[in-house]
């Protein structure tokens, strides 16, 4: 069996095909248990789950990346990530499946092409004819704490 | 020098051949999130993320943008690979075959214009490394 660090979660938000390591993803979970968050929360907190007894944030990727048409597909599911110092999770519209790490082609991102200095994202990788939006999650949490 | 002239939205273009690495015809483009304005789609070419410059001198946005493009000169700029769409390119200038530069005009921004005159014809020279604006460092 192939160890955690060799494994990627390919999923889909507005037919945009990203992709993030497994080592980092604690649970998949349905989207029906979700409450509003409160008055305090910051950044791209939309929602708050309840999750093995914590609070944790659940943010807007998609409002993250700009794709302000994007309305949340029925079908999603919760991707619930480690985080540096609680759980936190995004929202995804189609889970395509776990892959092989090898199996992609990571393509580094000039800096020139970006819109912000800081993005949440600096890499795609090439699987099956498309680029992925790859996202190394530490960097990913930071960008959705800090943005909003 | 030599120039690879082009066609995009009713204006005849040309870029200098020594910046063109390649001619790509109907390349597969991809939308990716957070890119600036100036970038529409990106091709994959030699290993690496190539952005389309939504427009340039001449030609406004959504008509340098209209739909896939059927060829895309991927360039080498100072700060890196651009790709610039066109809807035909005429044809690569002969070595030794003689450009008439006209007089330079005044650009609103970036810089002055080189019209070159080939075979009867006028056409834009793009200056590739002032497509985009590159903020210092």
């Known amino acids: 069996m192939a160890d955690a660090d060799q494994l990627r979660i390919v999923f889909r938000l507005a037919n945009l095909g990203l992709v993030m390591p497994v080592v980092d993803l604690m649970a998949i979970e349905d989207t029906n248990r979700l409450v509003p968050p409160s008055d305090e929360t910051r950044g791209w907190v939309r929602a708050v789950l309840e999750f093995r007894g914590l609070q944790i944030p659940v943010y807007d990727l998609a409002a993250c990346l700009g794709l302000t048409e994007h309305a949340p597909a029925e079908s999603g599911r919760l991707l619930v990530f480690c985080g540096s110092d609680r759980p936190w999770a995004i929202r995804a519209d189609r889970i395509e499946g776990i892959i092989?790490?090898?199996?992609?082609?990571?393509?580094?991102?000039?800096?020139?092409?970006?819109?912000t200095e800081r993005p949440p994202y600096r890499r795609v990788a090439w699987y099956r004819g498309e680029p992925l939006v790859s996202f190394e999650p530490e960097q990913l949490e930071q960008s959705l704490q800090e943005g909003g | 020098m030599r120039l690879a002239l082009f066609r995009n939205a009713g204006q005849d273009l040309a870029v200098s051949l020594d910046l063109v690495l390649k001619v790509?015809?109907?390349?597969?483009?991809?939308g990716l999130p957070l890119l600036r304005t100036c970038f529409g789609k990106v091709l994959v070419f030699e290993d690496q993320?190539?952005?389309?410059?939504?427009?340039?001198?001449?030609?406004?946005e959504h008509a340098a943008e209209a739909g896939p493009p059927q060829i895309v000169l991927v360039c080498e700029a100072e700060f890196g690979r651009i790709g610039i769409p066109a809807e035909k390119v005429e044809r690569i200038t002969?070595?030794?075959?003689?450009?008439?530069?006209?007089?330079?005009?005044?650009?609103?921004?970036?810089?002055?214009?080189?019209?070159?005159?080939?075979?009867g014809q006028a056409y834009r020279l793009l200056n590739v490394n002032q497509l985009i604006e590159i903020p210092a460092i």
């Open chain 1, 100 to 115: 092989a790490a090898a199996d992609l082609q990571p393509l580094d991102m000039p800096a020139y092409l970006f819109a």
């Open chain 2, 24 to 30: 790509l015809q109907e390349p597969p483009v991809f």
């Open chain 2, 49 to 60: 993320v190539v952005p389309l410059v939504r427009s340039f001198p001449g030609v406004p």
């Open chain 2, 94 to 119: 002969a070595p030794g075959e003689r450009l008439a530069r006209l007089e330079p005009e005044a650009q609103a921004a970036g810089g002055e214009e080189e019209i070159y005159h080939v075979s």
